[in-house]
């Protein structure tokens, strides 16, 4: 990592580091031969001697590193201080060498030599390459549960008087529990059986209010915000009428302790409940504690054969290029059968053997893998922990860090994807020199995430493969993988985790001057820190050379303002800063924070990679134009201020910029025709919430580095036609690469876009907008006119064009007739509102429509009277919403939706 870091500045920074780039190159030259001896050292990880060293090894690293940025930021600020900077600088380099010499003759003494990479490993791009096809979802690793299904669902749906009120699944970790309640819980007959589901994950940090705050949001999505707000008896109240008004299986997954449950017990009914409880749990105790009168199910070990047939769906595919008609598959098998005992029939210790065998595709290397791993496998009755292990100490030198960095979130949490790669492209963990022509980092890390996942060290979930920017949405650890994580990121010194809920006893001890993490995560949530965590956080700070902090909201309440401020003015070096749902403190006992004065701190921070402010309540700085190296700022806050001073084109500058959040402009201010520039900004990847009310539509085409728009247009006609132009220029451009358009319109005209087919045409049927979200208010054509035009000009049928549209939403369209005949054509639609759209008495759904729809919602249709829903239509529909349609009489098919809102007109 800090060979690639720092080789990345060489080409930064040219001019800056001229007169001292033979030091540097020398250092690089050092660490990469050095380098060479880490493969046998890592093999010695469990000797203390050869552990220390490589602690010695990771710290002169980042020395280096230091020392080069160090001298970037004094060198950057004038011409008379680079020149000053340069003899101090060659000494702490001859510094770093002469502590390299003392580190190269302990590898003699530790008899440690050196070894050349594998050639699979030294040829990263080939690597990618090869793991670029496992962006897709795995084949189903599920054997021997299907019998365990059927039965188990069976007694979930039963309604008699003797039916279980309670099923559990109980064992060992890495038994399989999760991924049975999964497959239970997503079956066909459940979903048809009860009318809502909810899933929630318990682990040992369990918080009653926020599990009552999931299990309701899921049952009662439509009403998130006002569950956020409520109280815990409040939560207590709602659950047990839901529970009583419909039928309801909730999960409660990975629960640890009689405490959990008692903690959470009120919500549920105490006697017999139309609703059904399923829990997951290492502690049979707790299941008989929950319900003495359930039923507890107890998954076995696999067999030998069924062991056997895990590890070969795993390590031995035959789908696409893997097909290996030269593999030995009868001394393969034989080898397998035999590497598979060690696994004790645990599923989750096969499959990660399995993960392992699958990057080797030949008996030899199965041979070795044999031959380095078995002896390890018998050394102790932890199996499993073995296999982990192995697991790790085995991933490719660029995968470790990635795996490692997962640890820094919280238990059971479903990280979103796109954030994590562009943290893991600020840390500098994804390498440029693993990009090939054409490629962007992010794709880069999603190909590192596809081999975790290839290797079974990830769980993942998958977007929409044809209609986002990344295919895996989100991605989580197992707990006992995470386990692991942490143990090697505390052993690394990878990071340091400070938890201000926790009571701290501070004395000048706690602060070692020698703690050696550059990655801090700070924890907090609704419990106020006293003076000693405060003292304690402000004076950790100040021992530490942070790169990055990660500020982590536990409880999801932003009530708590961070004692922070002045502390970050020393952090010249840092390339990462998180603070997500943060409200600065303005005074605290420690004087001045926040206020005012963080912007001009923020503003100093001219090395920061990534700036995230997502979802908090800070006010804008015109500083923001120093910070020219940034990558990602996230500005999608609670509350943002354009002051009267500030330039509109303060981001023109960061032309390294790659993904920009914009506020959320209706909680913005600024003064009068204050529009932002985007001048400069041609590397920019990902750019949500532009409003052409605030921001500058001309400068879209310049944006030819685009995949990822969201777009909002408000006005007069005038003005959509502006914004279409414009639009047009840069999504219809031969060098074009959008993928994902999310689109929002509003029309104030009286006729709207009634008068203007042809841009609507444009928008639904033209392919190359990549139009995935689309939202219009104003009225519209006729949408069969449309269609039907469609045709004669294209003599193709329509499904060709509806390719990629994912959330439509129509409001005051003035539709007199039924536009379901349409609609139902779009093959990827999911979601679907209509509001105050359609003024007819009939809607008709046929039965091939509506493939892929999950979510429905028709608002304020006055004239609405029926809704016909053929046999087939709509067929995995989840959600229907029919809200405010007074002479609303009947819907056929209701067996179909899982969940149905019906609400009467607003009095």
Not at 195 to 216: F, P, T
Request: proline share 4%.
């Amino acid at each position: 990592m800090v060979v690639g870091r720092i080789t990345d500045l060489l080409i930064e920074e040219p001019q800056l580091l001229h007169k001292v780039r033979d030091e540097i190159q020398l250092v690089v030259t050092e660490l990469t031969q050095m380098k060479t001896f880490l493969r046998d050292a890592d093999s010695r990880i469990n000797e203390e001697k050869v552990r220390v060293l490589l602690a010695e090894i990771r710290d002169l690293a980042y020395d280096a590193e230091q020392v080069v940025e160090s001298f970037l930021v004094k060198a950057s600020s004038s011409e008379r201080k680079r020149l000053k900077q340069e003899n101090k600088y060659r000494t702490k380099m001859k510094d770093i060498q002469t502590k390299m010499s003392v580190i190269y003759d302990s590898f003699g003494d530790y008899n440690i030599i050196s070894m050349l990479e594998h050639p699979e490993s030294s040829d990263s791009a080939q690597k990618l390459k090869r793991f670029q096809t496992f962006t897709t979802v795995e084949p189903e690793l599920f054997v021997e549960f299907h019998g365990d299904v059927d039965r188990l669902v069976g007694h979930l749906v039963n309604e008699s008087d003797d039916a279980y009120p309670l099923i559990s699944i109980c064992g060992m970790g890495g038994l399989g529990k999760t991924t049975l309640a999964e497959k239970i819980y997503n079956h066909s007959t459940i979903k048809t059986h009860f009318a809502g589901l909810a899933w929630v994950s318990i682990s040992q940090k369990w918080q009653r209010r926020q599990v009552l705050q999931r299990i309701l949001i899921c049952l009662v999505h439509d009403k998130k915000e006002e569950i956020l707000k409520m109280d815990y008896h409040k939560l207590v109240e709602n659950l047990l009428e839901v529970q009583q008004k419909k039928k309801c299986l909730i999960v409660l997954d990975d629960i640890w302790s009689n405490d959990a449950w008692d903690s959470i017990k009120l919500a549920f009914a105490a006697e017999k409940s139309i609703s059904k409880l399923m829990l997951t749990s290492r502690n049979v105790d707790v299941a008989k504690h929950v319900n003495p009168k359930g039923l507890i199910h107890q998954p076995g070990l696999l067999n030998a054969d069924q062991s056997w047939e895990l590890l070969r769906l795993k390590a031995l595919p035959t789908r696409g290029d893997h097909i290996d008609g030269a593999r030995d598959y009868a001394r393969m098998e034989k080898m397998g059968r035999e590497m598979v005992r060690y696994c004790a029939g645990l599923p989750l210790a096969i499959v990660i053997l399995g993960g392992i065998l699958v990057t080797k595709p030949t008996f030899d290397e199965w041979k070795k893998v044999y031959d380095d791993g078995l002896s390890s496998l018998k050394e102790g009755k932890e199996q499993l922990l073995n296999i982990l292990v192995w697991s790790y100490n085995v991933l490719p030198p660029h995968l470790k860090p990635c795996f490692l960095y997962l640890s820094k979130f919280m238990e059971d949490e479903w990280i979103d994807a796109e954030t994590l790669y562009q943290l893991w492209i600020a840390e500098g963990m994804v390498l440029s020199s693993d990009k090939s022509e054409g490629e962007t980092m992010m794709q880069v890390a999603e190909s590192y995430m596809g081999e975790l996942v290839h290797r079974s060290m990830v769980q993942v979930r998958f977007n929409d493969l044809k209609s986002s920017v990344t295919k895996f949405k989100s991605c989580s650890l197992h707990d006992l993988m995470r386990d692991l994580s942490l143990f090697r990121a505390k052993t690394e010194d990878f990071f340091e985790t400070i938890d201000l809920r926790e009571d701290f006893h501070f004395n000048s001890s706690v602060v070692s001057p020698i703690a050696n993490a550059r990655q801090l995560v700070v924890c907090y949530g609704k419990k106020l820190p006293g003076k000693e965590a405060n003292s304690y956080f402000i004076k950790k700070l100040n021992h530490q050379q942070h790169r990055s902090i990660l500020f982590v909201n536990v409880d999801g309440h932003r009530s708590w303002r961070l004692p922070l401020g002045p502390s970050f003015s020393s952090f010249k070096l840092l390339r990462v800063l998180a603070l997500d749902h943060t409200w600065p403190s303005i005074t605290s006992t420690l004087g001045p924070l926040f206020g005012t004065k963080v912007e001009r701190v923020l503003g100093s921070l001219v090395y920061l990679r990534y700036l995230s402010l997502r979802g908090s309540d800070f006010e804008t700085f015109p500083w923001i134009q120093n910070l020219v190296l940034l990558q990602t700022l996230k500005l999608d806050m609670q509350r943002f201020i354009f002051r009267p001073r500030m330039s509109t084109d303060v981001l023109c500058k960061l032309a390294h910029l790659r993904h920009l959040y914009l506020p959320d402009w209706q909680h913005a201010y600024s003064r009068k025709n204050f529009k932002l520039r985007f001048n400069g900004l041609s590397k920019l990847e990902t750019l949500e919430n532009f409003d052409t009310r605030h921001c500058e539509v001309k400068d879209l085409p310049k944006l030819t580095s685009l995949r990822r728009l969201k777009l909002v247009v408000s006005g007069g006609y005038d003005d959509v036609k502006e914004m279409f132009k414009y639009l047009s220029g840069l999504a219809l451009s031969s060098n074009s690469c959008l993928k994902y358009l999310a689109l929002s319109i509003e029309i104030s005209d009286q006729d709207g876009l009634k008068n203007d087919p042809d841009m609507i045409r444009q928008l639904l049927w033209n392919p190359k907008f990549n139009i995935r979200e689309l939202s219009i208010n104003g009225k519209l054509p006729e949408l069969s006119k449309l269609y039907e035009e469609r045709q004669q000009l294209n003599h193709t049928p329509i499904d060709a064009y509806f390719t990629g549209i994912t959330k439509l939403k129509l409001k005051n369209s003035d539709l007199e007739e039924d536009p379901m005949a349409v609609l139902e054509k779009i093959p990827t639609l999911r979601e679907l509102d209509l509001f105050h759209a359609y003024k007819g008495r009939e809607m008709v759904c046929s039965a091939i429509g509506f493939p892929r729809l999950a979510l429905l919602r028709l608002l304020c249709l006055d004239n609405l009277e029926t809704c016909r829903v053929e046999e087939g239509s709509m067929r995995i529909l989840q959600y229907l919403l029919i809200f405010s349609c007074p002479k609303f009489e009947q819907i056929q098919e209701l067996a179909l939706f899982r969940k149905l809102g019906l609400h009467p007109v607003p009095t």
